[in-house]
């Protein structure tokens, strides 16, 4: 799996997408506030819910949790990879580090 910035989404976002933003938390705490365009996908539930959430294995996803301390970006984007996905980046930063930089959250 391969990294991003905060910087990187940013302008991905900015420039019309192209990228598919996984939040890797309880359903719960999307509905608190989530990236923009963000999708809800609690890393136990990937094996199950990936391919109707995720119907493009090759398509750029972005997956996130709460902060670098928070392993469940890990743990979803190892699973889309054992499961095929070829284009899988993990945000660590994750919400605080968005918000921490003044950007917005959806709700």
Not at 26 to 40: C, F, N, V
Not at 44 to 70: M, Q, S, W
Not at 74 to 87: D, F, Q, W
Request: charged residues 30%; glycine residues 12%.
């Amino acid at each position: 799996m391969k990294n991003i910035s905060r910087e990187e989404i940013k302008g991905i976002l900015e420039n019309g997408g192209g990228v598919t933003i996984v939040e890797a938390l309880a359903e719960r705490y999307w509905k608190d506030g989530h990236l923009p365009g963000a999708i809800q996908l609690d890393y136990p539930e990937v094996r199950d819910r990936a391919g109707e959430v995720l119907p493009d294995k090759d398509a750029k996803i972005v997956v996130y949790c709460a902060n670098e301390a928070c392993q469940n970006s890990v743990k979803a984007a190892g699973e889309l990879e054992a499961l095929g996905y070829t284009n899988v980046y993990e945000y660590a930063g994750g919400k605080q580090d968005w918000v921490e930089a003044g950007l917005e959250l959806e709700r």
